[in-house]
């Protein structure tokens, strides 16, 4: 059974830092990519941060773009999420998910990690 485990999160004071990891076990397939999503209670998980994991093809929404940096480990089959310059909005579960080669959907998920940015 696939699992992906994130691990990092937790407080921070604004204008802080913080490194999420997410080590995915139990592959016997082609990881297509890896993401970062996050969830406030109440609203829709948003997409923030995907890399290809065949070469090295990243996206970023606007939000987290300049402070936010995504980076994997094929070998580990990790991936990573460091968070610049952390703002009281930031504050969220922050899930990791990854895709098959051939999907065309996230089709595994963590199980969250509590990022909180206090003012």
């Known amino acids: 059974q696939v699992q992906l485990v994130e691990s990092g999160g937790g407080l921070v004071q604004a204008g802080g830092s913080l490194r999420l990891s997410c080590a995915a076990s139990n592959i016997t397939f082609s990881i297509g990519a890896m993401a970062w999503f996050r969830q406030v209670p109440g609203k829709e998980r948003d997409f923030l941060t995907s890399?290809?994991?065949?070469?090295?093809?990243?996206y970023y929404v606007d939000s987290v773009k300049g402070r936010f940096t995504i980076s994997k480990d094929n070998a580990k089959n990790t991936v990573a999420l460091q968070m610049n310059m952390l703002k009281p909005e930031d504050t969220a579960i922050y899930y990791c998910?990854?895709?098959?080669?051939?999907?065309?959907?996230?089709?595994?998920w963590g199980q969250g990690t509590q990022v909180t940015v206090s003012s």
């Open positions: 890399i290809n994991w065949n070469g090295n093809s990243m």
């Open positions: 998910a990854l895709r098959t080669r051939f999907s065309v959907r996230w089709d595994y």
